[in-house]
């Protein structure tokens, strides 16, 4: 069976990419980060995803983004409340982590490079987040590109890294269509950028309300129970 | 005075691309790594390198490559010694950390995105180590195309990021006459793979038989002690 190595950051994306790579007939091996967010109740939600989809091999590795700070997840920046849909899509938003995407990346081509797999899942969606440059189609493509000079295995020409972001043309309420079909279990999910306390999503941050609105549009209820 | 990022190992080519960054005009931001390397000597390398050449700014960030292991350098694995010169230059060797300059060059791109730098100054050098496929020059030159595509200030057209390898053409002796010309104090770098226990270089993997090599044909003298 082929491995594959997956991004799963415990949101919705990344456990509906889980959940895909599967039925694609991978070997899933996830991988997480904690990076210096705010709290750790995202990687919770990755580990109870990764347990739900009977995945054993699930690396969860250290990295300090907080060294440089520069976003809203990673630095003491308010996270943007209700905002519009408008502004939503179109700005760069303060939760952009600098690189972070292009880090993680990297960090799972070396994933893929020690156990040998030649396929890596990324849920980058770029409907949603037209704001964030490094969840493009032409950025990923070329990452592609990048990944297969920069390897032992591209050098040796036996091997061939593919990227793939399947929810990359699929709004949000496709992808949770997507992903009810595939049984993933959503109330073990984690969007909000600004949890509550008690892990309780905040419902009015970017993330919460572009969940809010996928499940809306796809006629589905939302598991997760918002506190206000 | 423009900034620049300065990917800053304690070895050899590094304190000279740092002097060099200086020479361009440029105000260095040196980055480290504690990235699960069997011993801090070379980090203490890069904190005396970069004091001694007066740079103020100095990030060593955590990163956890042991999590994926597949290296002498992260692994359980020998670092080979003594081997002649055309096995040196030839094999990728077990020294080799899987994706490590792509996750190097991540963050400092993260880092460069958070001060508003636009230069990265890295000292690869395809002539010596050319069995490391994330040297060569085409791989550097991909990884600038996806620098400019990953960024906010890529995607607002203002900024472009420029990586710098000013030693990708000269051999080891080129890079010490160089390094000689601009005051770098060698006795301070660290090169050697497998250490002793007081911090002295074995003399005998490819790391520190390339740099005796280079200081020989520039005719000058390693002022480190080699301990046998």
Redesign the interface.
């Known amino acids: 069976m082929k491995k594959a190595i997956i991004l799963l950051s415990g949101g919705l994306d990344s456990a509906t990419c889980l959940a895909i790579a599967k039925i694609d007939g991978f070997k899933p091996y996830a991988l997480s980060f904690r990076y210096g967010q705010r709290h750790e109740f995202e990687l919770d939600s990755a580990k109870a995803v990764a347990n739900s989809q009977g995945i054993s091999d699930h690396?969860?590795?250290?990295?300090?983004?907080r060294?440089?700070?520069?976003s809203a997840l990673t630095d003491d920046i308010d996270v943007p409340k209700d905002r519009d849909e408008s502004s939503i899509s179109e700005d760069?938003p303060v939760t952009?982590?600098?690189?972070?995407?292009?880090?993680f990346?990297?960090?799972s081509?070396?994933?893929a490079?020690?156990i040998s797999a030649n396929d890596i899942y990324i849920g980058v969606n770029a409907m949603d987040y037209s704001g964030y440059?490094?969840c493009?189609p032409?950025?990923i493509n070329?990452?592609q590109?990048?990944?297969n000079?920069?390897?032992?295995s591209?050098?040796?020409g036996n091997n061939t890294i593919t990227i793939h972001t399947p929810l990359i043309d699929m709004t949000k309420a496709e992808i949770i269509k997507k992903g009810m079909e595939l049984g993933v279990d959503y109330s073990l999910t984690h969007s909000c950028y600004d949890p509550n306390d008690d892990g309780s999503p905040c419902g009015h941050c970017d993330a919460c309300q572009l969940r809010l609105k996928g499940f809306e549009e796809a006629h589905l209820t939302d598991p997760l129970t918002y506190s206000n």
């Open positions: 690396v969860i590795t250290n990295i300090d983004l060294a440089f700070g520069g760069i952009y982590v600098p690189a972070r995407n292009t880090i990346l990297s960090f081509l070396a994933y490079e020690v440059p490094d493009r032409e950025y070329l990452f590109n990048l990944a000079l920069a390897t032992k591209g050098v040796e």
